[in-house]
């Protein structure tokens, strides 16, 4: 296949019009060359995951002679709330000058074991144009809005994060001895909760970043010594400001990575977690609880568009899908 890739035009009635292509298809070709010989050292033995059409998919490591000693996770029998955060962005629909967002975040609260409590906010309806965010208090500057018109994805994520961080952000400066759980690294280089969230964390109230997916689980004999323990272990990767370990909370449980922003010890954190929340394949009760509530349904998006239409009087044009009336099959239908 890839030796077809310089040759295919060869064929083309009028081909001389495509004959910069030839070159630039041996240009292609030599960096398919010069990748072969970098790969041989980069890649060759490493362990690799093959994505499965885009999805992050969790490995499975046989049995080694790990050497790693993970630390035991130790229940500290005291009731300490703690708070998960999770939200959802949805795009609504789209004008000549911006789109219109729907976000809707929730909060699950368990505290000695069981889920207590939870709260939903939302949802809000956020109207992004050139000219700044509507209905959402924010600082972005005009590349910034400019970037999240061009791209929905990236504006449904900054929207999310925004959100998050106010609830986060409330909650930390609650008062009371508080564990507030996100989903996310703290550490992303999108900066979902750095800065002044991170400032936040106190002695008595931790911020923790709770990853369900994290290249940190490919160190085979780490994740190993982590699966094979009877209990709930950890292992610290990181000791430095915002502190990364690897955890797994229940004996037949996943393996997960935390960032931890707080004062006390690493052991004192996990153990009140473990304490206060409950894990079912080792994921916390109140963070599901959270991305549950958070979720639009089919037919509340429905019933947003139908707020929509009616409050705001907007004029629906008749739509089709694009793709599959410009670009057809191979077959010929389209």
């Known amino acids: 296949m890839l030796r077809k890739m310089a040759t295919s035009t060869a064929f083309l009635p009028g081909s001389d019009l495509l004959d910069p292509l030839v070159s630039l298809a041996q240009e292609f070709r030599q960096g398919l060359e010069e990748l072969t010989e970098d790969a041989e050292s980069a890649l060759s033995g490493r362990h690799f995951i093959f994505s499965r059409y885009g999805k992050e998919l969790y490995p499975y490591f046989e049995d080694t002679d790990a050497t790693t000693v993970p630390g035991c996770i ?14 959802t962005c949805v795009l609504i629909g789209e ?12 909060v699950g609260v ?40 061009a791209d929905h994805t990236m504006a449904e994520r900054v929207i999310r994060n925004i959100v ?14 508080i564990i507030v759980l996100a989903d996310g690294s703290l550490k992303h280089p999108m900066g979902q909760f750095s800065g002044s969230i991170q400032g936040l964390a106190r002695e008595r109230a931790c911020l923790v970043g709770l990853s369900k997916w994290s290249n940190l689980i490919f160190s085979e004999d780490v994740m190993c010594s982590l699966t094979r323990a009877d209990g709930p272990v950890f292992h610290t990767t990181d000791s430095g400001g915002v502190r990364t370990v690897l955890a797994k909370f229940s004996a037949d449980g996943l393996v997960f990575r935390l960032d931890i922003d707080c004062q006390e010890s690493t052991e004192a ?3 009140r977690l473990l304490w206060n929340d409950s894990f079912p394949s080792g994921y916390p009760e109140s963070l599901k609880a959270a991305h549950h509530l958070s979720v639009f349904s089919k037919a509340e998006d429905q019933a947003l568009k139908a707020l929509v239409t009616k409050r705001f009087k907007v004029k629906q044009l008749p739509t089709f899908t694009l793709r599959t009336i410009a670009l057809g099959s191979f077959k010929g239908g389209a």
């Open 164 to 177: 998050e961080r106010r609830v986060i952000g409330s909650l930390l400066l609650s008062g009371g001895p």
């Open 95 to 106: 004008t000549t000058d911006g789109a219109l967002y729907a976000a809707r975040t929730a």
């Open 269 to 271: 954190v996990l153990g």
């Open 74 to 87: 130790v229940p500290i029998k005291e009731g300490r709330p703690v708070a998960s955060v999770d939200s």
């Open 110 to 149: 368990s505290l000695e074991g069981s889920l207590r409590k939870f709260v939903r906010l939302g949802p809000l309806l956020v109207y992004v144009t050139a000219s700044g965010m509507s209905g959402l208090r924010s600082e972005l500057s005009s590349p910034e809005l400019g970037f999240l018109l």
